[in-house]
């Protein structure tokens, strides 16, 4: 059974740049689709980025996509979000989610991924 741990979160100021990281244990993530949600107080769970199994196809949220790249890091069976230019709307909970085996493509939609990470802070000083 596939468990994902994030890390790389914290306080960072507007303009500036973040990697998160999404490390498995279980499976190889290169096998999985990957996603990334975030979720903010009072909001709902935002779609932010997801990459398909055995492919580098991506797909990103509309709000984010031209300061979001995921990506894979197979050495260390990891995906990784860098986001560019932060904003203070940045500031939430991060968390990766893999979908089921087999899955075929990308997501955007939260019910495609079964096992999700415990999400960690991310707070964009403004």
């Known amino acids: 059974q596939v468990q994902l741990i994030e890390s790389g979160g914290g306080l960072e100021p507007a303009g500036g740049s973040l990697k998160l990281s999404c490390a498995a244990s279980?499976?190889?993530?290169?096998?999985?689709?990957i996603g990334w949600f975030r979720q903010s107080p009072g909001k709902d769970r935002e779609f932010v980025a997801s990459?398909?199994?055995?492919?580098?196809?991506?797909q990103y949220g509309n709000s984010v996509r031209d300061r979001v790249t995921v990506s894979r890091d197979v050495a260390k069976n990891s995906v990784n979000l860098h986001i560019s230019n932060l904003k203070p709307d940045d500031t939430g909970v991060y968390s990766c989610?893999?979908?089921?085996?087999?899955?075929?493509?990308?997501?955007?939609?939260?019910?495609?991924?079964?096992?999700w990470g415990q999400g960690i802070q991310v707070t964009v000083s403004s």
């Open positions: 989610a893999a979908g089921p085996p087999g899955f075929v493509g990308t997501s955007s939609w939260s019910k495609s991924f079964t096992t």
């Open positions: 279980g499976r190889a993530t290169s096998s999985l689709l």
């Open positions: 990459i398909a199994r055995n492919s580098n196809n991506t």
